[in-house]
């Protein structure tokens, strides 16, 4: 009997199982090796188109002509990022099941950060530990919040690792997760080069607020679901442990989500002072988990296994997604 042609081989249901298949692989890489080298990493290729945008928008003194270069750049950037996700994509699928599981393994793990979101914390964590004060501020500034935290106290610094903590339990799982298991390796790589513009962009200084907007803008409208998302995750998981009020933490949610600027870092951030119990607190911007205790180190350490729980919870319901998906399909 003759081989079968290689075309058909690819259009066994094997293959339709690939997504869930380089998920799990992604987050086991992402979790044994953190980041890869700058030279390699997808988002610092986009953070330097990002800055190239910022660099050119500062010549112009319009606020009109700032906002059409930011979103020219945004609708550029995605088109490009879009298109180069679907081709990889589509290529992984010409090659043998494991190989192409690899290959968008390696892609997809350059969407998230769990590990190095966890380390981050971790140093910061070490740093109170040890009473220096000075240099948990420095781990605080140089690896989670872009705030001035000079003048931050020890549990004013334990309450801005808890938050940053939370808020990108989202920004840099939940949310690729969501569109991953949506849209494929377009939509995760789409979703990381639209935070990032965020993230490069999204400050109301006059150099930037009127550049950053159409990002500020889309990145909203992207993580609506995955930030309430998120928040659900973590109240389940959060509150499995007899130990926590299930009812206190969703009513501090319920309560507290409103309260940032922000349409959606409320949503993790307020969920996740509901299941620590801890007051999360900007100066002058917010107060979430009013009532309750004020962080400490022990904070950031359960902060952190919230996340590896949540993480957890949001890879069990997309695997779940993705195989139902090929099943059916």
């Known amino acids: 009997m003759s081989e079968a042609p290689r075309s058909c081989i690819r259009g066994t249901k094997m293959f339709e199982h690939v997504p869930a298949a380089a998920l799990l692989v992604a987050l086991i ?5 953190g980041e890869p080298p700058n030279r390699l990493h ?14 050119q928008g500062r010549k112009f003194h319009s606020n009109a002509a700032r906002f059409c270069i930011g979103l020219a750049s945004l609708l550029l950037g995605m088109f490009v990022i879009g298109v180069i996700g679907w081709g990889i994509e589509r290529l992984s699928l010409q090659t043998p099941f494991f190989v192409a599981v690899l290959i968008q393994a390696a892609v997809l793990k350059c969407s998230f950060s769990v590990r190095s979101l966890a380390t981050a914390a971790e140093s910061v964590a070490a740093a109170l530990h040890r009473n220096d004060l000075s240099l948990a501020r420095q781990q605080l500034a140089y690896h989670l919040v872009s705030r001035d935290v000079s003048k931050l106290d020890e549990s004013s610094v334990a309450a801005a690792a808890v938050e940053s903590v939370a808020e990108n339990t989202s920004d840099s799982f939940i949310a690729p997760l969501i569109f ?3 849209a494929g390796l377009p939509g995760a790589l789409v979703y990381r080069y639209v935070n990032t513009c965020d993230a490069m962009l999204g400050y109301r200084t006059r150099d930037l607020e009127w550049l950053g907007k159409p990002a500020a803008r889309v990145d909203d409208l992207l993580n609506l679901i995955p930030s309430r998302l998120t928040a659900a995750l973590m109240l389940l998981v959060g509150t499995a442990c007899k130990c926590i ?3 206190e933490a969703i009513k501090v949610w319920w309560r507290d989500h409103r309260l940032t600027s922000s349409p959606n870092a409320g949503h993790p951030m307020s969920a996740a002072a509901g299941v620590l119990g801890v007051v999360l607190e900007k100066h002058d911007h917010y107060r979430l988990g009013g009532g309750q205790s004020l962080p400490t180190v022990a904070s950031i350490v359960a902060a952190n296994s919230l996340l590896y729980r949540t993480v957890i ?7 779940v997604w993705l195989i139902c998906v090929a099943t059916i399909v």
């Not at 988002?43 to 188109?49: D, F, I, Q, S």
């Open 245 to 247: 009020d299930r009812r």
């Open 42 to 55: 997808p988002v610092v290729a986009m953070g330097n188109w990002i800055d190239l945008t910022r660099r």
């Open 29 to 33: 890489a992402d979790w044994q090796f």
């Open 180 to 182: 991953f298991a949506v």
């Open 313 to 319: 919870a949001g890879t069990l319901v997309a695997m």
